[in-house]
């Protein structure tokens, strides 16, 4: 083991050079698996992340995010494969030699400690000099914003200060690699969104890698620049927060990743017949007749598909809309089934002739509801081509 | 509305019986013990003066009253036999409560990181000697410690030695007994503290760069303090006043305060004095009691 890594804290400072070599990821995790009994927690799975990047893991409860998370903190030690961090394997390394730190979701404060000693814990076990880590821990006291708390134990602290001092505690030590293992799950709603815009903040200005847990997708939206989304061990989609709402790699993901209508259909094989509309692919379903989509930048493979739209990007209307509009070429007749009041928009269930619900949400951007479409009556639904996702697993 | 009145009658009840016992069971026996020990010595049934008689009206007692006196306390610090019985107590109270640390310590946390289904049956290896008598696994021990015992016998298969040793009747004797008889009086509570702490503390020592070492000193140790002061003055409080372990395992030479008094009580028929003894070991464990109480107060508040 290299010095680097006994002695992360004193390293940091000196870290900036010997980080990584250009176009090396800070850290790679290569075809880790990870099994409990027979049951494969965490899969094969391999990932790439860049130094500086806001990284989140999505998935739902089970899915071995947290698993691999622990696995790169140290405290669980993969069966095969290997975690590379700046070009180094720490796969076998224990966890008190790791250049990583994690913020716990139950925050792990030392009861028996005040806020200056939780957060001067690590750096007192790297031996930094006393006024070193007088010095430090004061920067991570105003970082946090806790001045004034510093000698309070935590059980004196409310939730929202507490976090704070896990965030100060884990940050103390200028790791490499900070993992945060559902961060924000036990402060309240409001609490939550502006600590998510300070994290990004602190992220940012320090120019540190987070990799965070979450299952709560909007948080993971709104924080990380690149989202992996997990099932059964495996990743089933990494991309930006935008690619992976617009253009979902698979039906799970689709249904995982906020709302979505699901239409299935075969690709219609006579596309001589449509050649006079441009870049386009017929999909003909049993319960919504022929829908027309984009053509996909990549060629199906079969022509067993599935139409995805999202509820935003389906518009309602009391009569059939201009018809040689090409944003309106899809239009399906219905009923309003449903109708779910949200504040900023609402949600329509609009019930096909064929039985099948669309759902639908409208910004309700006037003030009064003289837009809004009542229990019962009848309603164009209509969507363009370029809303269209075509999925074939 | 008035707290009180969040409570039943049955509760508020309740919430008094342990104060009716300890008046009824303690204070009581107490102050009989405690007027005793104002009394002198007599050859008479019962066997001192003066006697409270309330059929003999209001100015006897008070001449009773008058006759009380100090001198059996000052008889208590005048006299080397009691002061050094005392001494002995503590300090037998105090070496036992340190071996039964070093030795609980180790087994409540090797319990406490046991897997869950085992735990219970640990704790039931440490609780199964209490289904015997104690007197009878004292004498266990004495028929094991004994010149022809089963300890001599071992030694002297096994050629350590080559005459029997003497274990009987020495302080070594009495220490092992005290240990031996005191261990779950100590294993339990460090156990109850230990099995509760979040085994997330410990990662997040790690984390932070704690060897499994450093871990322990700086985290598992402190937290472990409440269990320690628990297991340590659930120990040293009925050492002090411990009397069939030393009488049947410790050598006849010096006396701890319980046997002391004892000889007082039963040989010397010395009731006054017995009592000034009783009283002033009371106060002694006075303060390591209150001291008890408040750890557990603390720890109540705690959860």
Redesign the interface.
């Known amino acids: 083991m290299s010095k680097d890594t006994g002695n992360p804290a004193r390293a940091a400072d000196s870290n900036a050079e010997s980080r990584s070599a250009p176009g090396m990821p800070l850290l790679r995790i290569d075809a880790v698996v990870k099994k409990f009994g027979q049951f494969r927690a965490v899969d094969a799975l391999s990932l790439d992340i860049q130094a500086g990047e806001f990284f989140a893991l999505l998935g739902p409860s089970g899915c071995g995010k947290t698993t691999l998370l622990r696995m790169l903190a140290g405290f669980e030690t993969p069966d095969e494969g290997r975690i590379l961090l700046g070009g180094e394997d720490i796969a076998q390394i224990s966890p008190h030699q790791r250049p990583v730190n994690m913020m716990f979701q139950s925050y792990a404060l030392f009861p028996h400690l005040s806020v200056r000693d939780n957060i001067a814990f690590g750096l007192k076990r790297a031996k930094l000099p006393s006024s070193e880590i007088g010095a430090r821990v004061k920067e991570m006291v105003t970082l946090v914003k806790l001045d004034g708390l510093e000698k309070r134990k935590p059980d004196q602290l409310s939730g929202g200060q507490r976090q704070r001092v896990a965030l100060a505690r884990s940050l103390a030590r200028r790791p490499k690699l900070l993992l945060l293992d559902e961060p924000l799950a036990a402060l309240d709603k409001k609490l939550r969104e502006s600590t998510q815009l300070e994290l990004m903040e602190l992220q940012r200005r320090l120019g540190l890698t987070f990799i965070i847990v979450t299952h709560d997708q909007q948080e993971a939206m709104t924080m990380a620049a690149r989202i992996g989304v997990m099932d059964a061990g495996r990743l089933e989609q990494v991309a930006s927060p935008r690619d992976l709402y617009e253009a979902p790699r698979s039906r799970w993901i689709a249904e995982f990743v906020g709302d979505i209508n699901l239409i299935e259909g075969k690709l219609d094989t006579i596309e001589g017949s449509h050649a006079t509309i441009a870049r386009r692919l017929a999909i003909v379903t049993e319960q919504a007749g022929t829908i027309h989509i984009a053509k996909p930048s990549h060629p199906l493979s079969r022509t067993s598909v599935c139409v995805a739209i999202r509820p935003e990007k389906i518009k309602l209307s009391r009569r059939a809309p201009v018809s040689d509009d090409v944003r309106a070429i899809n239009r399906l007749e219905g009923v309003v089934a449903d109708v779910g009041y949200l504040g900023g928009v609402t949600g329509y269930k609009i019930e096909l002739d064929s039985g099948l619900i669309l759902r639908s949400s409208l910004a309700n951007t006037a003030r009064l509801d003289s837009d809004a479409y009542g229990l019962g009556q009848r309603v164009v639904a209509w969507f363009s081509p370029e809303d269209c996702v075509v999925l074939e697993q | 509305m008035s707290a009180e009145a969040n409570f039943t009658r049955p509760a508020r009840l309740a919430a008094i019986a342990p104060y009716v016992w300890m008046a009824l069971f303690f204070l009581v026996p107490f102050l009989f013990v405690l007027k005793i020990s104002l009394s002198q010595t007599a050859i008479a049934q019962p066997p001192y003066t003066p006697v409270f008689s309330l059929d003999e009206g209001w100015e006897a007692i008070k001449t009773a009253f008058a006759a009380l006196s100090l001198d059996n306390f000052r008889l208590l610090v005048s006299d080397d036999l009691y002061v050094l019985s005392y001494l002995r107590s503590l300090a037998v109270a105090g070496v036992s409560t340190a071996i039964l640390l070093l030795i609980g310590y180790p087994i409540a946390y090797g319990m406490a990181r046991l897997p869950q289904r085992w735990q219970g049956v640990a704790m039931m290896l440490v609780i199964v000697p209490f289904w015997t008598s104690f007197l009878i696994r004292i004498y266990a021990w004495i028929n094991i410690l004994q010149h022809d015992g089963l300890l001599n016998q071992i030694l002297l298969a096994l050629h350590v030695v080559s005459k029997p040793m003497v274990w009987l009747s020495t302080d070594s004797a009495m220490y092992l007994g005290i240990v031996y008889s005191y261990l779950p009086f100590m294993i339990l509570p460090l156990y109850a503290t230990l099995s509760k702490m979040?085994p997330?503390?410990l990662?997040?020592?790690?984390?932070?760069?704690?060897?499994?070492r450093?871990?322990f000193w700086?985290?598992t140790f402190?937290?472990s303090l409440p269990g320690v002061g628990a297991g340590a003055l659930l120990c040293f409080i009925p050492i002090v006043g411990e009397f069939v372990i030393p009488d049947l395992l410790a050598g006849s030479n010096a006396l701890m305060i319980g046997q002391t008094l004892w000889l007082e009580f039963f040989n010397n028929k010395d009731w006054p004095t017995a009592s000034a003894v009783a009283v002033v070991l009371l106060l002694l464990l006075l303060a390591p009691l209150l001291l008890y109480d408040r750890l557990q107060r603390r720890q109540l508040e705690?959860t």
């Not at chain 2, 990662?203 to 499994?212: F, T, V």
């Open positions: 979040d997330a503390l990662e997040a020592a790690a984390d932070l760069g704690a060897s499994p450093q871990a700086r985290v402190p937290l705690r």
